[in-house]
């Protein structure tokens, strides 16, 4: 089985990134992985899910699921010790999408 950071190694990188913003079907905030140490990892595997899927769906949470490779069972033992698992464990369990914004660095610097 691969490891999580082998599967990161063949992702794009997510560096252009702030913020990938994640909304239910109802438009309320679901979550945000902000372009941090500790995130990065996440930011790049959502960012991948959001390229191939275009949302967070029950499919694309699978793979996602697939990706963190090790740290899956460790969410699953610990649930809270990993957010970004959990969101997609929760998709999965609830059977619901969610609605992914990636926010780039440049529109940020846009902002007055």
Known sequence: MKKFNDILACLDSAEHLASIA???????????????????GS???????????????????????????????????????HPNIDRLLNVIKNQHAL?????ALSELADLP
């Open 99 to 103: 609605s992914i914004k990636l926010t």
């Open 22 to 40: 994640l909304f239910n079907a109802d438009g309320s905030n679901a979550g945000l992985i902000e372009n941090k140490a500790g995130s990065l």
């Open 43 to 81: 930011l790049k595997l959502y960012q991948h899910l959001a390229k191939k899927f275009g949302s967070l769906s029950v499919a694309a949470a699978q793979e996602g699921i697939a990706m963190y490779a090790e740290h899956t069972h460790d969410a699953k033992l610990h649930p809270g010790k």
